[in-house]
Structures are given as C-alpha cells and as structure tokens.
C-alpha cells in the first residue's frame, strides 16, 4: 500500500460551521481518530509529510475565504499537534473556496465544503 493510498483510506474530513474555524464536537472525534492515523502513516513512511487543507462554501469573497480556510487548517494542525502528531510532519494550506466538493447551491452541499482534507505533502 502507498503513502497516497494510506492519506486517502485513513484520513477523514473534518467538517466546519458557517464562517467558523473552531472544531465542533463532531470534528473532535474525527480528528482524534485521523491523529492515530496520521502517527501510524508517517511511522511507516518516516519522510513523508501531510498536508491539511482547508476549504469553504462559495459564500464570501475568494479572499476571505481564503483566510477563512487557512484558520481551519491552522485550527486542524493545532488540535493534531495536541494529540502528539509531530509539527514537522504537517503543514497547512488554504484552497478557501476554489476546489468545492459538490458545486450545488444549499446548505446540505455548503456543509461538504466547509472542511478541512488531507492529503500527501512532499
């Protein structure tokens, strides 16, 4: 199995409220779980590193949401670092609202946007 199919199995999104960055109680747990999974992955892959991105709804400038997208992530990377997941090994970035998951306009497709990803750094 590869470092790019082990981020992509292991990894969950986790999910924001409107033009928020704090981690709500359902992204506790699945971040709690991605940190376990975070620390076995880069234990089998010692110079890899994860990237956690951070995306919004359509809604809001394009550099707003860029900011917006860069607190969650920092807010992600924060809340992994607590549970042990080695700072030198993550790394941010925001793609605010520019590569949406579901490209309807509603609350339901809104929410599968505000999230944080993850996926293979260099």
């Known amino acids: 199995v590869t470092f790019e199919q082990r981020v992509s199995s292991d990894m969950q999104d986790a999910y924001f409220d409107y033009d928020k960055s ?3 109680g359902d992204a506790q747990g699945v971040l709690s779980q991605d940190a ?3 620390k076995s992955i880069l ?4 110079n ?3 990237v956690i991105e951070g995306h919004c709804d359509e809604r809001g400038s394009a550099e707003y949401n860029l900011g917006l997208g860069d607190r969650r992530a920092t807010a ?4 992994l670092l ?3 997941v080695s700072a030198d090994r993550v790394k941010t970035i925001s793609y605010g609202k520019e590569r949406p998951q579901c490209t309807e306009s509603n609350e339901s497709c809104w929410q599968k946007n505000r999230r944080v990803h993850f996926s293979p750094g260099q």
């Open 48 to 50: 890899a590193m994860i």
């Open 82 to 84: 607590g549970l042990g």
């Open 36 to 38: 376990t999974a975070i």
């Open 76 to 79: 992600a990377k924060e809340f």
């Open 22 to 24: 704090d981690i709500r």
């Open 43 to 46: 234990g089998d892959f010692p």
